[in-house]
C-alpha cells in the first residue's frame, strides 16, 4: 500500500528565504508525482507535475525534483514571499490499471513572514 | 480549459437529513471522477473512484451505504450524504479525470452537520 509523507509538517520563514518542502513514497511504481497549494478553506491549485522518467520540473520560482528509486520529492520555492503562505500537497499515480488513483501525502502548512 | 464545478460550496444542514454535493466537469467529458475528504488541518483521503455508468468503487473502510455516489453523465457526478450527523462534516472535494493519468479538482464543499 502507497504511503506518501511530508516533512516538515509546518514550517515558518522569514521573507525572501528559499526554502525546501520533502515528500517521501513508499512504492516506487508510479506514474506521475504532483504537487498542490491549497489555501484555508479552498480547493486545490496544481503547481508542477513530473512524470516517473523525470528529474524534475520548474515553473517561475518552483523547482520540484523527483528520485524515483530513492522514493522522494523536494519542491524548492525561491525567494519565498508572504503570498506563498499556504499549505503544500505532494500526490502520487501509482503505474497500474486504467483507473488510476491520486495517494496524497500530510502536507506541509508553510507560513512566510513579512 | 479543464474546469471542475462543484455545489454548494458550503452548506448546513440538520443532522438526520441528506445532503447531495454535485460535481461538473465544465468543458470536458470525464470518464472517471473521485471524491476526497479532508478533515480540518489534515491531507485529502480518497472515498471513491466513479465511472461513468457503472457503480463506484469505494476505499476501505468508506461506507457505500452513508456516501451514495452517482455518476449519470460524462459531466457529472453527485455524492450524497444520508442521514448526515455531526462526524460527517467535513471538506469534501471531487476531482475529474480527462484522461487516464489527468485529474482536475473542484472547489470543495464545506459540509456542517448540526
Known amino acids: 500500500k502507497q504511503e506518501v509523507t511530508q516533512i516538515p509538517a509546518a514550517l515558518s520563514v522569514p521573507e525572501g528565504e528559499n526554502l525546501v518542502l520533502n515528500c517521501s513514497f513508499t512504492?516506487?511504481?508510479?506514474?506521475?508525482l504532483q504537487w498542490f497549494r491549497q489555501d484555508p478553506g479552498k480547493g486545490l491549485t496544481s503547481l508542477l507535475l513530473i512524470q516517473s522518467s523525470q528529474r524534475e520540473q520548474t515553473s517561475g520560482r518552483l523547482n520540484a525534483s523527483l528520485d524515483k528509486s530513492s522514493g522522494r520529492s523536494t519542491l524548492y520555492i525561491a525567494a519565498s514571499q508572504p503570498g506563498d503562505s499556504a499549505t503544500y500537497l505532494c500526490?502520487?499515480?501509482?503505474?497500474?490499471?486504467?483507473?488510476?488513483?491520486?495517494?496524497f501525502g500530510t502536507g506541509t502548512l508553510l507560513a512566510v513572514q513579512p | 480549459g479543464a474546469v471542475v464545478s462543484q455545489h454548494p460550496s458550503r452548506v448546513i444542514c440538520k443532522s438526520g437529513t441528506s445532503v447531495k454535493i454535485e460535481c461538473r466537469s465544465l468543458?470536458?467529458?470525464?470518464?472517471?471522477m473521485f471524491w476526497y475528504r479532508q478533515f480540518p488541518k489534515k491531507s485529502l483521503m480518497l472515498m471513491a473512484t466513479s465511472n461513468e455508468g457503472s457503480k463506484a468503487t469505494y476505499e476501505q473502510g468508506v461506507e457505500k451505504d452513508k456516501f451514495l455516489i452517482n455518476h449519470a453523465s460524462l459531466t457529472l457526478s453527485t455524492l450524497t450524504v444520508t442521514s448526515a450527523h455531526p462526524e460527517d462534516s467535513s471538506f469534501y472535494i471531487c476531482s475529474a479525470g480527462r484522461a487516464t493519468y489527468e485529474q482536475y479538482f473542484g472547489p470543495g464543499t464545506r459540509l456542517t452537520v448540526t
Open positions: 500526490a502520487v499515480m501509482g503505474d497500474g490499471g486504467a483507473t488510476n488513483k491520486l495517494i
Open positions: 468543458d470536458f467529458q470525464a470518464t472517471t
Open positions: 512504492d516506487s511504481a508510479i506514474y506521475n
